[in-house]
């Protein structure tokens, strides 16, 4: 076997054990749903439930398992199906085509992750994972995660698209907001370290996008202490925001007079109520408005007369608080009001558009041979957002974490934070 370098060399049993919890996790997630459910793809962006659990299995057994000689797969053919864009392995099913996969079942994919599970958790309990085995492996937990919020937005949005529009789920709580005074914290010019060091070479998991550590000059500027709410982005509604382009990119325009859009996606057109992964249910004003486009927040920011931060004020904000919020753990799957004064919820919650295109940092390097395309060939028409949200796992995002859409996304919970130049 090969020798295990420090970023990777925690004990294998402590890695099995996060391991069989993010696994068991997702299970968890897909479990309110029907076969029927789990086929749903509502829009080329979103991808079934059965198509989630399934690729992130094939993740393992492709970069994990398959890594030793020999290996035998499940099924030669899967490996169409559910590879997601790594050409360099080979043609894969197109993606705007995933539910029409209704084979193989939803049982079968169940068969299929408890299979590969066993063989992870089998060489893992052996000692028989190398050195790259052992990183694909974490990449792999982390890569899960991901995709364990995207099974909550594309159904969310695959639900709302049915005429009867059903919950996800019936149990979920009611968070009730109290109102959170909202203000401003001023940073004079400085220079601050932006980004984290590269992974595996350093022990701290990161993706291969947030490195090299580099220095960014940020000028004086202002940030809203929280994000903003329900109530202050009805403001700009009543104002006529939908109705006036001098607020928005042109982009943005054209593609709001030909969507039609009058308000965030999900709100009814009452705006005072809003579907959640929970049914419908009363608007709460306090809590922070979600499902915006990159159009809709900076349009409401040019509004209020601010913008929105640069993804490096944000993250040097960031990295002076505690990554603490409202999780997908805490089950709520919907974002609430934080209460306090200063610089607050910045992580869960909603992720917060930033006014920053999605590029690589000087010195940027991917990662190494086939998992390349992970995220650098995505640094092109994207935006960067920020901090989590509801529906993020806990511990899954840190300060210097960079997600990216593109601009006209709304069915993810993307919310947005002033921003404001001092003179």
Known sequence: MDSVPAAVAAPQHDLARHFTHVRGRSVQLAAPLSPEDALLQSMADASPAKWHLAHTTW????????????????????????????????????????????????????????HVDEQVLAQLRDGDLGSDALQHLQLGLHHEQQHQELLLTDIKHAFWCNPLQPPYRDDLPIAVSAPSAQGWVEQGERI???????????????????SPVHRVLLPAHALAERPLSNAEYRAFIDAGGYRDPRWWLSEGWALREAEQWQHPLYWDDDLLREFTLGGWRQLDPHAPVCHLSYYEADACARWAGARLPTE??????????????????DDQLHPHAGQGRGIRQLFGDVWEWTSSAYGAYPGFRPFAGNLGEYNGKFMCGQWVL??????????????????????????????????????
Not at 82 to 109: D, E, I
Not at 193 to 200: L, M, R, V
Request: charged share 20%; aromatic share 16%; glycine share 6%.
């Open 386 to 423: 920020r901090g989590g949200s509801c529906a993020t796992p806990r511990g899954h995002v840190r300060a210097s974490y960079r997600n990216f859409f593109m601009p006209p996304a709304r069915w993810q919970f993307s919310g947005m934070r002033l921003a404001r130049d001092l003179s």
């Open 59 to 114: 993740f393992f057994e492709r970069f994990v398992l398959a890594s030793r000689p020999g290996y035998t797969p499940w099924d030669p053919a899967w490996d169409y199906l559910f590879n997601s864009y790594y050409k360099s392995l080979g043609p894969a099913h197109a993606r705007p085509q995933r539910g029409l996969l209704s084979r193989p079942s939803l049982q079968q994919v169940h068969a299929y992750r408890r």
């Open 192 to 210: 601050v370290s932006i980004g984290a060091s590269a992974w595996p070479q350093h022990a701290a998991f990161a993706y291969d996008n947030e």
């Open 312 to 329: 490096f004020e944000w993250e040097a904000a960031a990295a002076t608080q505690p990554v603490e919020g409202h999780f997908a753990d």
